[in-house]
C-alpha cells in the first residue's frame, strides 16, 4: 500500500512536467494553430542557464531570474523570428522554422556549457518519510509548484480581460480581430506562457535528472504524446493527458520492467488513438464546407 | 517542348552522375555521396506523402530503419542475397506502412503527424530492445558485401553505382506517380479533400495509397543503408533525422521532385562543408533552415522557376521585363 | 421519372434544423433554380445530395436508386458533379490539370500503368489532355491552360471549376452560388457558359442568390427560407409569389435586387 503511495507520487509529479509543457503546447496551438517543435529548448535553456547563475547568486533569485529571462525570450525574439512571420503559410513551415530554431538553440548551448551531462545542484533535496512512505522532496514540490502555476493560468484565463482576450482569439481570431484585439499582442502572450511553463518545467524536473543537451527534447516528446491523449487544444486534456502519461510510465515501471519506460507512453498513445482518437478531450477535426 | 527539355536535364543529369565518382578521391566523400543517394530516396518518398497527399508524416527514419533491419536479418540471419533482401524489405515496410497508415490516415490532420511521431518512437524502442532479432542496443552486425549475381560492391564506389541504380528506378517512379492520374489524385487530396471526392476520388484509398507508397521508399533507402555500413545501429533511427528529411523536402520545395534531390543532397553535405565553423556549425546548420524557410518558402525549387521567368522575361523584351517579373 | 427525386430530406446540426423536410425534383436536362436568403439551408441541400452531410431524415434519388448517405466519391462516380460556393481549385495544379483531375473516375489505366507508362496510360493520357482543352475551350479558359489555377481572377477561378466539374461527364450538374464575386460581364458569360452546358444536355441545379442569373436560366425555381422549402415553380410565379417577397423583404438591397 505504502509502496503504492510512492508510485503514485512519483507518477504524479513526472506527470505534472508532461502536463506543463502539455499545457505549453495547447496554448500556443490555441492561439496559432501550429506547433512549436522548439518547445523543448525552454526546458534546458532554462535548466542550465539558472545552474550557471546559481554561482552569482541564491538558487532561488537564480531561478526566477532564468524563468524571467527565458520567458521574455520567448514573447520576443523568438516568436518574432520563428512564428510571425510564417503567421499566414500552413502550419508545417512553422513546424520546420521552429525545428530549425531548436537545432540553433540546443547547439548553442552545447557550446556554451558542454555536451556531457552534468548534475543539477541541489536546492531541494532529500526524502520525507511518513508513516513508512518514503517521498521525494522535489516531487512534492513538482505537485505544489505545478498546481499553483496552473490555477494561476486559469485565474488569468478566466478572470481577467487579457485572458477573456486570448480565449477569443482562440475561438475566433476573425471575429477577436473585429472586436479590437490585436493578435500580435496575443501571439506574444502565448508565447510567453509558452515558456514560462517550459521553464519552469526544466526547473522542476534538473534536480531529478541530469543536465543534458536532449532534456528539452526528451520533455518536448512527452508532452507531445499528453497532448495527444488529452485532445488537441484542450486546457483539460492537456493537464489530464500529462498526468495520466505520468501515473502509467510508473506503474508500468514499478510493475513490469522498467527497460520499457518510454514504450508505455507510446503505447498508452496508441490506445488511445485508437478507442478515443480524438483524446480524451478532443474536438472533430473536418475540413468546413 | 516542356517533356523534351526536361528529358535533356535528366541525360545531362545522369552522365554528371555516373561521371562524379571519378573525380572523387576520398572514401569519405564517396561514403557521403552513397549517404546523400540514401537521403534522396527518403525525401522522395516523404515527397509522395508529404509534398504532393500533403500527410505530414514525421516519422521517414522509422520506414528506414525496417528496411534496414528487414534486409539486415533477411541477409545474416537467412543468409539471402542484396535484390531478395532488398524485395523482402520493400514488401514488409509497405506492410508496415499499409497497417500505420490504414486507421491513423482515417484520423488525419495534425494528428496523424503526432501519431507518426509516436509511431516513429515505438519503433525506435523495439529497435533497440527486441534483442533477439535486431541485435538490441549493440546492433545488428556481420551483414556481408551486396552482391548481384557476380558482382560484388566491396567500395564505396562500386557501392556507389548500385545505389545510384536504385535511385534513378525511384526518381522514375516517383517522377511517373507525379504527372500522372495518380499524381493528380493525390495533388488534388492536397488541395481540397472534399473536392477531390466529388470528383469521385475516394480519398482515404489514395491517402493509404501514397502512404504506402512512401514506405517503400524507405525500404529501399533502409535496405542501402544497412549494406552500405554493413551493421545496423539502433541510434540511427531518430525522430531529429526524420525531421532532416521532412526540412529536406521543405529546403528542396515540396511536390517538386528535382527540388527534392537538390534539397536532400545539399543538406547531406552542408554540415560537412560546414565543418570549418567547428563547434558552430549544427547551429549554423539550424539558422540556415530557418533562413531558408523564411525567405524562400518555395524552396530552391522555387528559386529554379525564378531565374527561369527571369530568362524567359529577359528572353522576350528587354521593355516588359519588370512587368513580366511582377506577373 | 425524374433524374433527381428529393424527398423530405432533413438535416439537423445539433438543435438547429437547417433542413427540415425539403422536396426537389430535377428532370433530365432542365436548368433548376434553386434561391433564398443567406443562411437559408441551400447550400446544406447541395451537401447533402453530393454526400458531403449524413441524411437525418427522408431520401435522395438518382434515377430512381437511393444515394442518401453514400460517400461523397460514390455519388460522383453516378455522375453527380458540383462546384463549391468557396472556391476549391487544387492550388499546386495548372488550370489544365485541374481539369484533367475530374477525368480520374472515367480513366481505365490502373497503378501498373502508371508505373509502367504502358502505351495505353500514354494513350490515354493524350486523349484526356486534348479533352480538357476542348472543355476549356467550351469555357473560354484554353489561353491560361499552363498557369496555376489559383493565378485566375475569382470569376474565372468559378468557370474552372465549372469545368472541372463538367470532366466527370455529369448527368448533374450542381453550381453552388457560380456568380458570387463576378462582375457584371463576367455573370453574362457565366450565363452563357451555362446555357451552352445545358445545351449539351446535362441537368443543372442551379443554386443562387443573384437573382437577374437564376431568372434568365432556370425554368423552375424552388425557393428556401429557415430550412425549409416556401415556393416551387416558374420564375414568373416566384416573382409574384407573396411568400418569397415576404422571405426577400427588409433584405439588403444587393439581395433583393431582382432583375
Redesign the interface.
Known sequence: MGSLVQIGVNGLAQGSIYALLALAIAVIYNTTETFNFAQGEFVLLAAYLSASLMGVMPWYLAMLVAIAAISLFGATAFQRVAYWPLRNATFEFVIVSTLGVSLFLRNIAKIIWGAIPRPYPEYFGGVWRVAGISIVKQHVLILAVTGLLIFLFYLFMMKTTLGAMMRATAQNKQAATLMGVKVNRMVSLTYFFAALLGSVAGILIAPIYFLTIDMGMATMNKGFAATIVGGFGSIPGAIVGGLLLGLVEAFATAFISPVYKDAYTFVTLIAILVFLPRGIFGERIAEKV | MRFKRSYLWYLIGLVALLVLPQVISSPYTMFLLNMAVIYIILALGLNVVFGMTGMLNLASLAFSGIGAYTSGVLAVRFGLPFPLALIGAVLVTMAFGLVIGLPTIRIGGHYLAFMTIAFGEIMRLIFQNWTPVTGGAIGLSGIKYATIGPLVFKTHWSYYYLSVTLLLIMVYIANRVRVSKLGRAFEAVRGSEVAARALGINTYYHKVLAFVLGAAFGGVAGTLYAFLMRYVDPGTFTFEDSARVLTMVMVGGRGSIAGVVVGAFLLTFLPEWLRFLKDYYMAIYGLGILLIVLFLPGGVASLWDKVRARLAASRRSPAVQTSAGKG | MALLEVNQAVKRFGGLVAVNKVDLTIEKGEIRGLIGPNGSGK?TMV?LI????RNDGGSIKLDGREIANL???TI??LRV??T?QTI??????SVQ?NV??????R?K?N?AD??L?SPR?VKE?AG?RKRAEELLDLVELKPFKDQPGKSLTLGRQRVLEIA??L??EPKLLILDEPAAGMNPSEKEWLVDVIRRISQSGVSILLIEHHMPVVMALAEHIAVMNFGVKIADGTPEEIRQNDAVIEAYLGRREDDVAVG
Open positions: 447550400s451537401n453530393s454526400g458531403v452531410y460517400p461523397a466519391h460522383a462516380n458533379s458540383r463549391f476549391r481549385l487544387f492550388g499546386t495544379l490539370e484533367m483531375v475530374g477525368f480520374y473516375a480513366s489505366s497503378l502508371v508505373i507508362n496510360l493520357e484526356l472541372r466539374a470532366a466527370a
